[in-house]
């Protein structure tokens, strides 16, 4: 066993920043930072100060978070706003060495608002475009809302399906996990992997780990968003270690959104222990994601720092960099390049 190698040692911290990092769960909505957000309110009229972004922004439940993200995507109103949304995401990707992300895009709100999801896919696309060639991979999630009910999520897996060629990797589902069964949804998850798309599912966030199974056993999820419950079962983590069925772990907003104090059985929004390192030991494939950094003023970096204060290992935390790598859905030549790249980088940089 070795001992705890801390990330706030400035030369490990410095070297961990320059490994390339894969990241699985990010979703472009929450990447808009205050001063994006002030832009965009500008076109539309509205004089907002950054200080008020920042307020709407610190959230500590569920429900302020999803209300936070309402009123932020209510500025997304065309497809130069995506775009617009895109280049910042980019930026900040290369920032912190990201040289793959799976994004999430909103398909469901856009849908709502009665947008046309794929001239906003096409603007977005276009404005990531020139930071491919600087070394980052994109691919894309479409997000169904799950709260809008199984017709809603149906036209999103539909556009999903329709954009494949494109670029779009995933079918998944967010919001209110206690809203809708997961057997109201089985047959547009059957639609979207008869499309050849992978399957996703935000579950045992707030939910329990009920949700995560149904996630598994009903929607087929080949990775779960969050599923923290899981560690409240352990039948639901030998399922998951079974299976290898990925969980996309984000710990700052498991805290902010006050996910962590309700797997806690706490209503104050204290620091419980996090389930991560318990889930890692069973053997469950998991990668770490900022979610919503914006919103949750994180990075992907600032995340992993976290897992030293979990307690976890130097050589743990290594493995669960790689594990975004593992757990992308790219093909397994493709897989293995970047795993490649990964590990040649992180020996030179005496990480390995
Ligand atoms: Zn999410």
């Not at 600087?134 to 999630?141: A, D, F, N, Q, S």
């Not at 299976?243 to 104090?261: F, K, Q, V």
């Not at 994180?298 to 720092?305: Q, V």
Request: include cysteine.
């Amino acid at each position: 066993m070795s001992s705890p190698l801390s990330l706030s040692n400035d030369s490990w911290a410095a070297r961990f920043q320059a490994l390339p990092k894969a990241e699985l769960h990010v979703h472009l909505e929450g990447t808009l930072e205050p001063a994006t957000v002030v832009a965009l309110a500008k076109i539309y009229g509205d004089a907002l100060p950054e200080s008020a972004v920042t307020a709407r922004y610190a959230t500590r439940d569920f429900s302020a978070f999803i209300e936070a993200y309402k009123w932020v995507t209510s500025y997304l109103r065309a497809p130069r706003d995506y775009a617009l949304a895109a280049r910042r995401l980019c930026e900040q990707m290369l920032a912190q060495n990201v040289v793959y992300a799976e994004v999430t895009l909103s398909a469901g709100v856009m849908l709502l608002r009665k947008q046309d999801v794929e001239a906003n896919f096409c603007a977005i696309r276009e404005a990531a475009e020139p930071w491919e060639s600087r070394g980052l991979r994109l691919r894309w999630i479409f997000d169904a809302v799950r709260q809008f009910g199984p017709a809603a999520a149906r036209e999103v897996a539909r556009c999903a399906v329709g954009l494949r060629g494109a670029g779009v990797v995933a079918f998944g589902m967010g919001g209110d996990e206690l809203s809708r069964p997961a057997t109201e949804f089985r047959e547009v998850y059957d639609y979207a992997a008869a499309g050849g798309l992978h399957r996703l599912v935000h579950a045992g966030e707030i939910g329990g780990p009920d949700s995560v199974l149904d996630a598994a056993n009903i929607l087929g999820a080949g990775r779960i968003g969050h599923g923290i419950a899981a560690a409240a079962d352990p039948k639901v983590m030998a399922l998951l270690a079974e299976r290898s069925i990925g969980l996309e772990i984000c710990p700052t907003s498991n805290l902010r959104t006050g996910a962590l104090a309700r797997y806690a059985g706490r209503a104050d929004a204290g620091m419980p222990d996090h389930p991560l390192p318990k889930l890692f030991r069973a053997g469950i494939p998991i990668s770490l994601s900022t979610d919503d950094p914006a919103m949750f003023d994180t990075t992907l970096t600032r995340e992993f720092s976290t897992l030293d204060e979990m307690g976890l290992h130097k050589p743990e935390i290594m493995s669960i960099a790689e594990g975004a790598f593992r757990g992308a859905f790219l093909p397994e030549g493709d897989k293995s390049t970047l795993l490649r790249a990964f590990r040649a980088k992180a020996e030179s940089l005496g990480l390995l």
